[in-house]
């Protein structure tokens, strides 16, 4: 049975190149927004000094509906007129669960930001990591622990990749 969500552990660490209006540097106060779905959102706090290339490396803790395929990441800039979305980048959820590594693997990952226009306006600098559940963890080995030799432990996953060889077997 499926689980109706996960945990998911996000750390937003920087962004460089940030501009309002795809010409002038941010100045100060920049934040970002992460969003699960449209119920489920976190915010870091404003980094008031790194301007253009601000700084957070600031963990949030999310609930990731099952069915979610992408993660919202916006920066923000607070400024005299309000607030100013200055980019956003749509993190597949492919990205950093599923696949070959294992689910509580720590992903380090870095998106282009875009503008409303759809125009480049940045870079944003993340880590990921889901949690496992400690329900969802194995309480015992699948395979028994085996002593080979000097003493090894060989009872791992095991990746395999076929080898084609030349060599041909005769019968006698």
């Not at 993190?91 to 509580?104: I, K, R």
């Not at 194995?138 to 030349?166: A, F, I, N």
């Amino acid at each position: 049975m499926e689980a109706a969500s996960r945990v998911m552990e996000i750390t937003v660490i920087s962004a460089e190149g940030l501009r309002v209006n795809s010409r002038k540097p941010v100045k100060k106060n920049a934040y970002v927004v992460v969003r699960t779905d449209s119920k489920n959102s976190e915010m870091t706090r404003v980094d008031t000094e790194g301007g253009s290339f601000s700084t957070w490396n600031q963990k949030l803790v999310m609930n990731l509906p099952a069915q979610a395929r992408f993660v919202t990441v916006e920066v923000h800039c607070k400024g005299s007129s309000g607030d100013r979305v200055i980019g956003t980048a749509r993190v597949p959820v492919s990205d950093f669960s599923g696949g070959l590594t294992p689910e509580s693997y720590l992903h380090f990952l870095s998106y282009r930001l875009r503008d409303e226009k759809g125009e480049r306006n940045g870079i944003v600098n993340l880590s990921v990591r889901m949690k496992v559940s400690v329900m969802a963890a194995p309480q015992q080995r699948m395979w028994p622990e085996t002593v080979v030799g000097g003493g090894w432990d060989c009872s791992g996953v095991v990746v395999g990749v076929p080898v084609h060889s030349s060599y041909r077997t005769v019968q006698v």
